[in-house]
């Protein structure tokens, strides 16, 4: 009796086998690389981090311009009284602040000088919100004048 031969077709060839070995090989690396990934945990922390910093920038930009069409709005409303009434009165803060800091400079001491002048510089670094804000209660208190009167 004799053997029929080995159908030459459903053998695989080594190319075949080298595929067949490779495809299992790649998934396994992308396991274990996914794996390391989920460990590696300062990593993780650094890219939460950098999203929650972009999520920030985009909130504050967006209350930004809240704020600024929230403004504009309000100055639109405002009768001329009241808008030369609140410059008036910016002026005269502004010479008061002036002597008032003329006489902290003279009589402070120098530590609470360069508190002061951090202080300072970080206002002047986030002037439009601090702007906004005093704009809104501005007009909160001449509403509620208006209201009395």
Sequence with gaps: MTHAPADPQSAPSPEQLREQVERPRHDLGQTVQALADKTDVKTRAQQKTGELKEQAIA????????AAKAT??????????????????????????????RMWE???????????????QLARDHRTVLLVAAAGVTVLWVAGRRKKG
């Design 59 to 66: 909130k504050t930009d967006t209350l930004k311009a809240r």
């Design 72 to 101: 504009s709005q309000i100055h639109d409303k405002l009768p001329d009284s009241v808008k030369d009434q609140a410059a008036q009165t910016a002026g005269q803060v502004r010479a008061r602040a002036a002597h008032a800091g």
């Design 106 to 120: 003279e009589k402070a001491p120098e530590p609470l000088r360069q508190k002061a002048a951090r202080s300072a």
